[in-house]
């Protein structure tokens, strides 16, 4: 008999919520098979068994809270061929020996399974293609889920289900917590992730003294150049040159000026990095997330946006990894791609910096005394806790910003 147990996951994570299962009571698996995935606060992972066996019992069920070291399913090295591991059978009713059938024994029900029953195969295909499991047909006469049923099911239009709406009249605590509305409202439980994130975002207002300072970035040059150079850069570089690596170079060179603003604090001291890894908010299905730019400061203006490029990806598909997420001293947080003209960016804590990208917009500047001009401008703001950073320190860096941005040829030399 082998346990499963749930594997360490990070130094800061202890816990994750069961999310599904990927074997069922009875599969058979190989030493480094996924069987279960787990969302944790920051990303989904799957565990990997470290035994070969077959599937005899499951502790936990999806919703369950684990902790590192839980024991959460059992697998037996060996099972009789043709045996289906022990399943505990419904207790009988007491029938009178007279109406009991003599040819035929009664048949004890089986419980039914908690989730469909499908190989591991099955189960992986599925999650790759977004397939719920309960509306695959098998064609297997045991009724287990096969590969080429999932495939099957890719060809046959499923009409979409109606999202079910509680109403108050017939949810006690919809109706206690709006006693004079009878209308249809949906309760949808938090994810992990994004009570995580909530709760973060409450702790970072109650303990930093963060404020925000606001400036504005004439952004002709930085689209000249882009727009004069951008076709033989992706012809060299295989990848498109966009905004987020100016701004990160900016951030790097600003970070070198002001070294506070890429620091932080441990008890009662500063920990000022004398390394570069900027963190590039990104707004994935489960949340935002704030995967991380490794040695900015050492990377090509294409070095940056292939790793952006790259990590946005991750994020959609949401396969980042603990390790894509952690270490950041320094965000950019861009606004700007939904339309935010001006925010006021909150703090990824322990990080005392964060930078906030907004829309660009043709505004009338004046260019001197005499001389209006529509240009494209756009508002950038700096939140920073003032704990470390004085207002002089925090207006200047964006000032600095500002000047490297209007003038970007410059930022080559920071490189």
């Not at 816990?15 to 009571?25: F, R």
């Not at 590039?280 to 935002?288: D, K, S």
């Not at 861009?334 to 960016?345: A, D, K, Q």
């Amino acid at each position: 008999m082998f346990e499963i147990k749930v594997p360490d996951l990070a130094e800061s994570i202890t816990e994750g919520t069961i999310l599904e299962w990927l074997v069922t009571i009875g599969d058979k698996v190989t030493k480094g098979d996924s069987v279960v995935e787990l969302e944790t606060d920051k990303v989904n992972l799957e565990v990997n068994t470290e035994y070969t066996g077959v599937v005899t019992k499951v502790l936990k069920e999806p919703g369950d809270t684990v902790e590192v070291g839980d024991v959460i399913a059992i697998l037996e090295d060996k099972v009789a061929e043709g045996e289906a591991p022990a399943v505990p059978a419904a207790p009988e009713k007491s029938v009178p020996e007279a109406v009991q059938p003599a040819s035929t024994p009664p048949t004890p029900e089986l419980p039914k399974a908690a989730q469909p029953i499908a190989s591991p195969s099955a189960r992986k295909l599925a999650r790759e293609l977004g397939i719920d499991l309960t509306q695959v047909v098998s064609s297997d006469p045991l009724g287990r889920i096969r590969p080429h049923d999932v495939k099957a099911h890719t060809q046959t239009p499923v009409a979409k289900e109606e999202p079910k709406l509680e109403k108050t009249g017939s949810n006690p605590a919809a109706k206690q917590a709006y006693p004079e509305i009878n209308k249809p409202m949906e309760r949808i439980k938090m994810s992990r992730r994004r009570q995580t994130i909530a709760k973060r975002l409450v702790e970072v207002q109650h303990t930093a003294a963060m404020l925000t300072t606001f400036n504005e970035v004439d952004m002709t040059a930085v689209m000249d150049l882009r727009k004069k150079r951008k076709d033989a850069f992706f012809e060299k570089h295989d990848v498109r040159l966009g905004f987020m690596s100016f701004f990160t170079k900016a951030v790097v060179a600003a970070l070198k000026k002001y070294p506070l603003l890429n620091a932080e604090i441990q008890g009662d001291e500063l920990v000022v990095k004398k390394f570069y890894d900027i963190g590039i908010a990104v707004a994935a299905p489960e949340g935002l997330v704030v995967p991380v730019v490794r040695d900015a400061n050492q990377k090509s203006f294409a070095e940056i946006e292939r790793d952006i490029s790259n990590l946005g990806k991750k994020a959609r598909d949401n396969a980042l990894s603990l390790k894509d997420l952690q270490g950041g001293t320094f965000t950019i947080t861009n606004g700007g791609v939904f339309g935010s003209l001006m925010s006021t960016p909150i703090l990824n804590a322990p990080q005392v910096g964060i930078l906030g990208m907004h829309k660009i917009q043709t505004r009338p500047i004046a260019i001197d005394h005499d001389r209006i001009e529509n240009r494209p401008m756009m508002y950038i703001a700096l939140s920073y806790d003032h704990r470390i950073v004085d207002g002089k320190e925090a207006v200047s860096f964006l000032a600095t910003i500002k000047e490297l941005l209007e003038d970007p040829e410059s930022l080559l030399l920071e490189g």
